[in-house]
């Protein structure tokens, strides 16, 4: 489970003792960044990391698309928390972006000025043995094992970069709100089609030892056709599994479809309400589960 961003630092700023987010930020640079410190991690924290890795690795095979499990892959992160660095050079010779170092979430402005440098900021510390399932802020298990894979792929780390900048103007549009939408509509909580059936392509649901099942199989939620304008008027659980699942095509369609400029989207969306997360409109175009899927292994 992640938190979003903006409820986290509105929450912050309403505290004046600060204490509400749980990494050490009396490191970081003006830009959040901090060393990872990778010697530090202690024994326990690398055995924890791969009792995690262990259980969401077996849970991947025909639930995350094919992309995600081959950069999983090629990452070699089974052992123990990886070294932002070793990877870092990895990605930069796969897709020009680096991997940074924060201490956890970080304000809006500075989260879309490390992606539109094409900059990955990844959390340091780890959870606690007893938050195994259920983690209130993302921590480096989420940030990693979620996020760094898909960056391995070309459109994926070309949208992230695109994102980035529609950030900074939103920040000025006053179309965050919806912007984030988006964000935790896809690379949070996204579905793809596959030829073998609906895949996770969401970190959020991809680090999570229930919901990559329940997205995927659950009578529950819906899960609608993917458009980009529907996504951003809709709002989102932060506490529960989502009500909603968007379904892409393909990662071509995400880029093509959140292209276009969004000026006109924000001040069109600004005079309406926003849809509760499990609205269904007579436009959508709700996406079926195969009663008999099988997950191919
Ligand atoms: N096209 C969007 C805009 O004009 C920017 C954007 C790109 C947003 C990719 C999300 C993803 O604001
Ligand atoms: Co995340």
């Not at 698309?65 to 990452?75: K, N, T, Y």
């Not at 930069?92 to 440098?117: C, I, K, M, S």
């Not at 340091?124 to 989420?142: A, K």
Request: glycine share 6%.
């Amino acid at each position: 489970m992640v938190v979003d961003r903006q409820e986290f630092f509105k929450t912050l700023a309403e505290k004046s003792d600060g204490g509400v987010l749980r990494g050490d930020y009396s490191r970081a640079d003006a830009q959040y960044v901090v060393t990872q410190d990778w010697s530090a991690y202690t024994a326990e924290q690398h055995a924890l990391w791969r009792k995690l890795y262990e259980r969401q690795v077996k849970l991947v095979p025909g639930r995350a698309c094919d992309v995600f499990i081959e950069s999983l892959a090629a990452l070699n992160a089974a052992d123990g928390i990886p070294d932002f660095e070793r990877v870092s050079d990895a990605l930069y010779q796969a897709t020009n972006w680096r991997l940074v170092a924060v201490p956890g979430l970080v304000p809006d402005q500075t989260f879309f000025e490390h992606l539109a440098a094409r900059r990955f900021p990844v959390t340091v510390w780890l959870r606690e043995l007893h938050e195994f399932d259920y983690i209130v802020e993302p921590d480096v298990f989420h940030d990693f094992f979620g996020h760094v894979p898909l960056l391995f792929n070309p459109i994926v780390a070309d949208h992230l970069q695109q994102y980035g900048m529609g950030g900074l103007k939103a920040l000025k549009l006053g179309g965050l709100k919806n912007l984030a939408r988006l964000y935790w509509y896809t690379i949070e909580f996204g579905l793809i089609q596959s030829p073998q059936g609906l895949r996770a392509y969401g970190a959020g649901i991809l680090s999570s030892g229930g919901e990559i099942e329940y997205c995927l199989t659950s009578r529950a939620p819906r899960r609608i056709a993917f458009n980009a304008e529907r996504v951003m008027r809709t709002l989102y659980k932060i506490d529960s599994y989502q009500e909603t699942y968007f379904v892409i095509q393909d990662f071509q369609q995400l880029f093509d479809e959140t292209a276009p400029d969004f000026t006109p989207i924000y001040a069109k969306l600004d005079h309406e309400d926003a849809l509760p997360a499990n609205s269904l409109l007579p436009g959508d175009v709700e996406i079926r589960i195969d009663q008999h899927r099988s997950l191919g292994y």
